[in-house]
């Protein structure tokens, strides 16, 4: 693991890095400046915290504390999804419910199957890595929920009108909000390996881990973000319509 | 016997009062035309009384019965709005006429159909037209179509005759008094002259939902 050892000197220099972008925002006059730097300041306080933490948990090795970080990992997502959420009326239990089955359905498969062992060094950056891409996907799904109940507005009034339901005159908007929040992880599923190393086996390449091994990582990486997106679009896009309507079935303003 | 009543029903938006305590009660089997200038309230109340939206204060009643208090689903299936500007689904018109029968789980009735589009003169191959290709009057006459495949016992139409040529008025006309004829209570909202002399009962509208009621007949 000698390679992988970065010295505080070269932390440094990279701050260089964030030069870059600061001195692009300030000459194409962006106003970014500010942002920039809150997020690298944040970024950097979240990732010594998550690093400390990581490290107790991993030395600890309970099964109730990993079973606890996940479910604060999930809570965190959840939250972060629905904050992304521009319907005035969203419940925060949708995305919740989405992204705790999503992730466990997942979870448990890869550690029934063998893919993972139960060890915190193990679990905890999967749950990371499944929830928070549940979180992009659930946030894209309540996105295009908000859309097309704007841009379809009349089709869904005409049919209430016609005395249907809620879910058959939302049906095409909840198949079409679906379609789009996982097309993103569908896209990227198409080009892994050609155009891009995802994280997880650049990660280990860089680790010196065989690139063969590398590979069967992502490999089921790939699969387990489909399931999991899969599971958390379906389920927070029929949770997530319903708050469109009120108790009388009127499509709201 | 009266089928619907409203009784002191305000509606705000916002701030605004778009209707003050509005009171009026329509007969079972009836046939009433409500008119009034553009603004007044007109399609709002139509939108109402089929609790598409709610009463700020007051109720409405069906047979009685205070409609916030029964199943939104059924009462809508009984007491059916038509949209001033409807809008079709899908891309063909085999795709809107159905739906009356998918959300009720049932197989559809391609006699029913067949019969309905005889009496607008339209041929069974209308069906399979391109929703794009169709005229606004054809458009009328699908959406008033899909509304009756199962008979409503109240139609609320909202001036669905606005801006067709007299040939498809005719039609639509036809196909409401044919509806009318097998007991469904008619509500209709128009601005057109000729349908005014010939409306018997008229509800005229005027500002913030004030009523005046003539009688023609
Ligand atoms: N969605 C809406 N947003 C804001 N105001 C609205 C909305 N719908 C109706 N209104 C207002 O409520 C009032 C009554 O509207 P309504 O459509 O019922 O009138 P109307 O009598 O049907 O008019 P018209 O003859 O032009 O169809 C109008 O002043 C209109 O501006
Ligand atoms: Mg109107």
Redesign the interface.
């Known amino acids: 693991m000698k390679n992988v050892t970065v010295s505080n000197l070269s932390l440094v220099l990279a701050f260089a890095l964030v030069l870059v972008s600061i001195a692009i925002s300030a000459k194409e006059k962006l106003g970014l400046t500010k942002d920039i730097l809150i997020s690298v300041i944040r970024a950097i306080m979240e990732l010594v915290i998550i690093g400390f933490v990581l490290k107790f948990i991993f030395h600890i090795d309970t099964l109730w504390l990993t079973a606890f970080s996940t479910l604060i990992i999930i809570f965190n997502a959840s939250w972060n999804a629905n904050e992304r959420n521009p319907d005035s009326h969203k419940k925060l239990w949708s995305s919740i419910i989405a992204e705790a089955v999503g992730t466990y359905v997942t979870l448990s498969l890869l550690i029934v199957s063998g893919v993972i062992k139960p060890i915190p060094m193990q679990v905890i950056p999967i749950t990371g890595m499944i929830a928070g891409n549940e979180m992009v996907t659930i946030g894209l799904c309540y996105k295009a929920l908000n859309e097309s109940f704007h841009d379809l507005r009349q089709q869904v009034l005409e049919k209430l009108a016609l005395g249907s339901d809620i879910k058959m005159a939302s049906m095409p908007i909840i198949r079409r909000s679906i379609k789009t929040a996982m097309q993103p992880t569908i896209d990227s599923a198409k080009t892994v390996g050609l155009v891009n190393l995802p994280g997880m086996m650049s990660g280990l390449i860089f680790a010196g881990v065989n690139p063969i091994y590398a590979i069967k990582y992502q490999i089921i990486i790939t699969f387990m973000l489909l399931s999991a997106t899969g599971l958390g679009a379906v389920i927070s896009g029929y949770l997530a319509y319903k708050q469109y309507f009120n108790e009388q079935m009127q499509l709201r303003d | 016997m009266t089928i619907i009543e409203l009784k002191n029903v305000d509606y705000q938006m916002g701030k605004r009062t778009i209707l003050n305590n509005l009171s009026f009660g329509i007969k079972n089997g009836d046939f009433l035309t409500l008119i009034g200038p553009s603004g007044a309230g007109k399609s709002t109340i139509l939108k109402l009384i089929?609790?598409?939206?709610?009463p700020s204060s007051g109720t409405i009643f069906y047979h009685g019965s205070d409609i916030?208090k029964l199943d939104?689903?059924?009462y809508?299936?009984q007491v059916?709005?038509?949209?001033q500007?409807?809008?079709l689904?899908g891309k063909t018109v085999k795709d809107n006429l159905p739906?009356?029968y998918?959300?009720r789980n049932k197989e559809v009735d391609l006699d029913r159909l067949d019969s309905l589009l005889k009496i607008v003169d339209s041929p069974a191959e209308f069906l399979n037209k391109e929703i794009n290709s169709l005229s606004g009057g054809e458009k009328q006459r699908v959406?008033l179509i899909?509304?009756i495949v199962f008979l409503p016992k109240v139609l609320l139409l909202d001036e669905v005759t606005t801006g067709l040529d007299g040939k498809s008025k005719e039609i639509v006309h036809r196909l409401i008094e044919s509806v009318h004829r097998q007991g469904t209570t008619i509500v209709q909202v128009t601005h057109d002259q000729s349908e005014i002399q010939v409306a018997k009962n008229v509800l005229e509208i005027k500002s913030r939902g004030l009523v005046n009621e003539k009688c023609n007949g």
């Open positions: 089929a609790n598409l939206i709610s916030q939104p689903i059924k809508r299936r059916m709005y038509c949209f500007q409807p809008v689904f739906f009356p998918q959300i959406a899909r509304s």
